[in-house]
C-alpha cells in the first residue's frame, strides 16, 4: 500500500472549504476529476457511521467515517465493496485494501490562509492514476472555494 499525501493553500474560511469537499453538488464537480458521475450517500456524518462512494452506476465502495471533525479533519477507512445495492462480502482481492485510509483536513499556514491536506492509501495499480488526478482534484476545489456565493 502507497501513501499519497497533497496539500494546496487555499483563500477562504475553513466552513466554506468544508462545504466545497461535502456539499453534496460540490462533491460531485470535483470527484468528477476521479470519474464522471460520483457521489456519496452519508444519512449521518458522525464517527463510525456507514458512508458509500458510488459511480453512476450505484457500485462502488462502503466505508466508515473512522474520525471527524467538522471544518477541520476527516478520515474515512474503506472496507470493502458495494455492488447492486449490497455489501459484498470480503474476497481476497477486497481484502489487500480493506483498511485504506482517506483522510482530508484543513490547516492555518504560515501566511494566514488555510492548506487543505488529502492524505490516502493507494494500491500500485492504482498509484500513476492518483498520482494525476488528486492535484487536479485539489485544484477544482481550490477554484469552487474562490468563486462568490
Known sequence: MNKLTYSNEIVAPKPKIWEALWNEDN??????????????????WEEESRILFLGPDKNGIYSIIDE???????????????VEGKEQDLDEETKLWSGATESYSI????????????????????????????????QKIKEMCSLKN
Open 27 to 44: 462533491y460531485r464537480k470535483w470527484a468528477a476529476v476521479f470519474f464522471e458521475g460520483s457521489y456519496i450517500v452519508a444519512n449521518s
Open 68 to 82: 471527524h471533525i467538522p471544518n477541520i479533519s476527516i478520515r474515512f477507512k474503506h472496507l470493502g465493496n458495494f
Open 107 to 138: 490547516s492555518d499556514d504560515k501566511n494566514g490562509n488555510h492548506l487543505l491536506s488529502i492524505k490516502i492509501d493507494v494500491m500500485d495499480e492504482h498509484l500513476d492514476f492518483m498520482k494525476e488526478k488528486l492535484p487536479l482534484a485539489l
